[in-house]
């Protein structure tokens, strides 16, 4: 059986251990559900504080795009504090570049789980910005997600680790001690144009892990070990200057 199987087999065999519409985890054992929204168009919205772009409800869920004029990516937030937590949502591309899940505390970006059509980065943000602090990647692995398909989120935060599990089938996970500090103000982003959310709910977690975590991270480590690497950039103006010269050669 390959990891990913292993990966899904095991996330199949654990149970929520509090009500039924907590999703199946590997790190936390969720205890009371603390926000939900639908995200749609008629169903009741949790408080949100939406900073760029455009947000517009409809019966499929919050459709975001970047505007141009912000100068910036499209941005959100719930107004809400946080410890060791849960959080689950759904996500479609429709033609964004990346969206993410951002978690802050009080002052700064803490981590986030960002996706591209190509990609899965799961990592810890710059805290400071003007250093010494830096973001570390605990993940970055090539993964498609084709433009209009439905994908869901599970992540979680207990103590100084975070893990963060796509469809049930890939997760990654990192450690820091900034993790152990209050969060706050979990949201989403958007680059680009555009992407739908839907199905967001947090619950709080209680403050020691699972039982099987030590087990289930040895796993998770092994798959993220063998995990594909994303293409690098092709280096600027090096695939014009290709096309040119090829141009030349054949007049």
């Known amino acids: 059986m390959n990891l990913s199987l292993r990966l899904l087999a095991l996330l199949a065999l654990v149970s929520p251990l509090c009500a039924a519409e907590a999703p199946a985890t590997l790190l936390a054992q969720p205890d009371k559900q603390i926000v939900a929204d639908a995200l749609t168009k008629d169903a009741p919205a949790a408080e949100w504080k939406i900073a760029k772009g455009k947000w517009e409800r409809t019966p499929e869920g919050i459709r975001v795009e970047e505007l141009p004029a912000d100068n910036h990516g499209a941005a959100g937030r719930v107004q809400t504090k946080l410890q060791d937590f849960v959080a689950a949502f759904e ?8 969206v993410s899940l951002s978690i802050n505390d009080a002052k700064e970006h803490v981590a986030r789980v960002l996706i591209t059509p190509a990609s899965l980065r799961v990592q810890k943000d710059d805290h400071d910005h003007a250093g010494p602090d830096k973001s570390v990647v605990f993940l970055n692995q090539a993964h498609a997600f084709e433009a209009g398909t439905w994908h869901r989120v599970v992540l979680e935060m207990v103590g100084d680790t975070m893990v963060a599990t796509i ?57 993220m070990a063998a995990a594909p690497k994303p293409a690098a950039p092709a280096a600027k103006g090096k695939g014009v200057a290709k096309g040119k010269a090829k141009a030349k050669g054949a007049k």
């Open 167 to 223: 469809d049930g089938r890939i997760s990654g996970f990192g450690r820091d001690e900034l993790f152990k500090a209050e969060k706050a103000n979990p949201g989403f982003t958007c680059s680009g144009q555009s992407a739908t959310f839907r199905n967001l709910v947090i619950w709080s977690a209680q403050a020691e892990p699972k039982a099987s975590w030590k087990e289930a991270s040895a796993k998770i480590a092994e798959a």
């Open 91 to 98: 996500f479609r591309l429709d033609g964004a570049k990346s």
